[in-house]
């Protein structure tokens, strides 16, 4: 897929034979991306604010999902009170929102992280707790995250890397460590 004046061209392997076709989104697969991304939101968010450790990259992939945190010594209870944190703010089941905004617009939202653009910027906002520009796809709410569980830490470079689980992916894994 590749984006180029505005329309989004998505690339197949074959060429295709007939004028119309059919497309489907696998919405599981959709939804564990929606769980896992708005689960980085929420976690970038809170070790943001307890710990002043700003999310430098996040990685979504079929493996695993991390984030590397702005903070080189992580303890076990630091590990604890964000899992803590996080995990209170899902039950609350706050609601998740995105809209477009211009560029003085944003200037005026508590945003983590500036955007690469100046126009049409999409914001994903986690109501009162945090402002991103993103334009990914994410829950309605957070109780549809589930869960979140940090599985390990790892330094990397003069960071942190977290590896974490959220909702359905969090379930799976869980119920193939039971049944080992």
Same mark, same amino acid.
Not at 36 to 45: A, C, D, I, V
Not at 85 to 114: D, G, Q, T
Not at 129 to 157: A, F, Q, W
């Given at each position: 897929?590749?984006?180029?004046?505005?329309?989004?061209?998505?690339?197949?392997?074959?060429?295709?034979?007939?004028?119309?076709?059919k497309c489907t989104i696998d919405f599981e697969r959709r939804f564990d991306h929606m769980q896992?991304?708005?689960?980085?939101?929420?976690?970038?968010?809170v070790f943001i604010t307890l710990y002043d450790a700003p999310t430098n990259s996040f990685h979504?992939?079929?493996?695993?999902?991390?984030?590397? #945190? @702005?903070?080189?010594? !992580?303890?076990?209870?630091?590990?604890?009170?964000?899992?803590? +944190? &996080?995990?209170?703010?899902?039950? /609350?089941?706050?609601?998740?929102?995105?809209?477009?905004?211009?560029?003085?617009?944003?200037?005026?939202?508590?945003?983590?992280?500036?955007?690469?653009?100046?126009?049409?910027?999409?914001?994903?906002?986690?109501?009162?707790?945090?402002?991103?520009?993103?334009?990914?796809?994410?829950?309605?709410?957070?109780?549809? #995250? @589930?869960?979140?569980? !940090?599985?390990?830490?790892?330094?990397?470079?003069?960071?942190? +890397? &977290?590896?974490?689980?959220?909702? /359905?992916?969090?379930l799976r894994d869980f119920q193939e460590k039971i049944q080992s």
């Open positions: 897929m590749f984006e180029e004046n505005d329309t989004v061209y998505h690339v197949v392997d074959k060429k295709i034979e007939k004028n119309n076709v896992n991304h708005t689960g980085q939101h929420l976690l970038s968010s979504l992939g079929d493996d695993y999902v991390s984030i590397d #945190i @702005g903070l080189e010594n !992580i303890t076990d209870e630091i590990v604890k009170n964000v899992e803590d +944190r &996080v995990n209170e703010l899902i039950f /609350k089941n706050i609601p998740v929102k995105s809209y477009i905004v211009n560029n003085e617009e944003a200037k005026k939202l508590p945003l983590r992280k500036l955007p690469p653009t100046d126009v049409n910027i999409r914001i994903v906002e986690i109501e009162g707790i945090d402002y991103s520009p993103c334009c990914g796809t994410h829950v309605r709410n957070l109780g549809e #995250i @589930g869960m979140v569980k !940090i599985l390990k830490t790892e330094k990397y470079k003069n960071m942190t +890397r &977290v590896y974490f689980k959220c909702g /359905k992916r969090l």
